[in-house]
């Protein structure tokens, strides 16, 4: 037990209204998805030691220490470092459940092995090396990713049923190809390895789609962003890219984690996904809600004309991803997500919405001239 002026975090989780008075540990307390985590768990009451590359960062943990203030529970940070082994026992001691959900996620990165691959991989391997000598320590979820599932949106229809589910794996990606959906691949791998060496910790994994919402950062730098800042300045006013995307709301996925970790039923993977939809699809939500005035694409560039030309304009776009992924329908089964965490989906077009006006109050959004 902890010291007796611990607050006591009461979580109603579903049906069943859990007691934990146990610190958790986040890494990548600072990410996307990690802060609205962050946000939830303090929110009841608990106390999270958060992981972060530098605690003198005031800038980077600003928002987290925001959240902090009016909550019922409490952020202390730790320095730990995903390639450096034994980096984070200090913050892990003492906690019930960790939350591993640093990994990067960008579309500026130029070395796959340093900017994806070893972050991953070797980072999966230090957090649960740490977890193994950390006797407090009952359960690790996982942010894992559907790009561990599949690899390029033409495997889809090779499945059965042309539908992803828990049982697939992403067998497509390579270091060189989809160098992202490769390191998300190895890594949850590795942790099923791991986890399956031991008894005393229970592994429970998450598998989002393409996260979308506001961030609670003012700095976001996820490459969901990325994405949607095209659509927002007017990059993509002349046509769409034909890409279709699953799409689900960041805070159901920060739900998710909550419940992966205290819910009884959460087990082995769960695909966290709302709805299917296109770039265009996302434009006219926006277009939608905030009007006509925006720099908003009004159709779908042609998939030829992409190929033609986009490996020229942007050296991310291959020929072989641009034929693999752009004109192919992304389809997936969440039911696992509701049936064991209880999921409910958010409506996706209020999150796009809430998205949208964040790029407009920081200036990202461009009026048509």
């Not at 005031?58 to 995903?82: M, P, Q, R, V, Y």
């Not at 740490?130 to 009952?138: C, R």
């Not at 994994?205 to 003012?218: A, R, T, W």
């Not at 993509?236 to 970790?261: C, N, R, T």
Request: hydrophobic share 40%; aromatic share 8%; proline share 4%.
């Amino acid at each position: 037990m902890k010291p007796s002026n611990r607050i006591l975090a009461w979580i109603l989780v579903g049906s069943v209204r859990c007691v934990y008075d146990e610190d958790v540990m986040v890494t990548g307390a600072t990410g996307f998805i990690a802060s609205w985590l962050v946000k939830k768990l303090i929110d009841n009451g608990i106390t999270v030691h958060a992981a972060v590359r530098n605690t003198d960062d005031s800038i980077k943990l600003a928002h987290l220490k925001n959240l902090e203030n009016g909550s019922s529970g409490k952020i202390i940070f730790f320095k730990s470092d995903l390639l450096e082994d034994g980096s984070y026992l200090k913050a892990m001691d003492g906690c019930s459940i960790v939350f591993h959900t640093a990994s990067p996620f960008n579309f500026s990165v130029t070395d796959n092995k340093k900017g994806f691959i070893d972050p991953a991989f070797i980072g999966t391997q230090n957090v649960l090396k740490s977890v193994n000598n950390t006797e407090s320590v009952k359960r690790v979820v996982l942010t894992s990713s559907c790009a561990a599932i599949y690899g390029d949106a033409a495997d889809i229809a090779m499945y059965p049923g042309q539908v992803m589910t828990e049982e697939m794996w992403n067998t497509s990606s390579t270091e060189t190809h989809n160098a992202y959906s490769y390191s998300k691949t190895i890594a949850e791998k590795e942790a099923w390895d791991i986890s399956k060496k031991q008894t005393r910790w229970k592994l429970v994994v998450v598998n989002p789609c393409f996260v979308l919402g506001p961030s609670i950062s003012k700095n976001p730098t996820s490459g969901t962003f990325e994405l949607i800042s095209q659509l927002a300045d007017g990059s993509m006013k002349s046509g769409a890219a034909p890409f279709e995307i699953g799409a689900v709301d960041v805070k159901d996925v920060a739900e998710a984690h909550l419940k992966a970790a205290y819910l009884e039923s959460a087990n082995g993977r769960n695909i966290l996904y709302n709805k299917s939809l296109s770039i265009l699809d996302i434009a006219n939500i926006i277009k939608d809600k905030f009007g006509d005035e925006w720099s908003l694409p009004k159709k779908s560039a042609p998939k030829w004309l992409i190929w033609l030309i986009g490996p020229f304009v942007d050296k991310s776009l291959s020929r072989k991803m641009i034929s693999n992924n752009f004109g192919h329908p992304w389809r997936a089964d969440n039911s696992k997500s509701k049936k064991d965490l209880g999921i409910e989906y958010t409506p996706i077009e209020s999150c796009i919405e809430d998205m949208f006006q964040q790029m407009i109050d920081k200036g990202i959004a461009k009026k048509r001239k």
